[in-house]
Nanobody, 121 residues
Framework: QVQLVESGGGLVQAGGSLRLSCAAS????????LGWYRQPPGKQREFVAA???????HYADSVKGRFTISGASGQNTVYLQMNSLKPEDTAVYYC???????????????WGQGTQVTVSS
């Protein structure tokens, strides 16, 4: 229902940085969550980071301390600043939009097409 478009992916050497952006076609809802997932080659898609409309953030242990998620007011745009990149971070990164259902539960309303991030050693 919500259209999402990612940008900012590319090729970078280990230790470098990239900033991903995700733009939504409209404001999601008053209670929402925008996040990032990634899928390394030959692996399952995994959670990376998320930010709620209230500003609460969550990170996967593998990226905590290196990645920072942020969003513009109104939650139409979300960013993922990726620092100290490692070859293990190589993956297609997807933006996802969720709406609040109940305590600790969200329902997905949109996925982006993905943007490739490649980290060389």
């Amino acid at each position: 229902q919500v259209q999402l478009v990612e940008s900012g992916g590319g090729l970078v050497q280990a230790g470098g940085s990239l900033r991903l952006s995700c733009a939504a076609s409209r404001s999601i809802s008053e209670d929402n969550q925008l996040g990032w997932y990634r899928q390394p080659p030959g692996k399952q898609r995994e959670f990376v980071a998320a930010i709620t409309s209230g500003g609460i953030t969550h990170y996967a242990d593998s990226v905590k301390g290196r990645f920072t998620i942020s969003g513009a007011s109104g939650q139409n745009t979300v960013y993922l600043q990726m620092n100290s990149l490692k070859p293990e971070d190589t993956a297609v990164y997807y933006c996802k939009a969720d709406v609040y259902v109940s305590s600790g539960r969200y329902s997905t309303v949109g996925w982006g097409q993905g943007t490739q991030v490649t980290v060389s050693s």
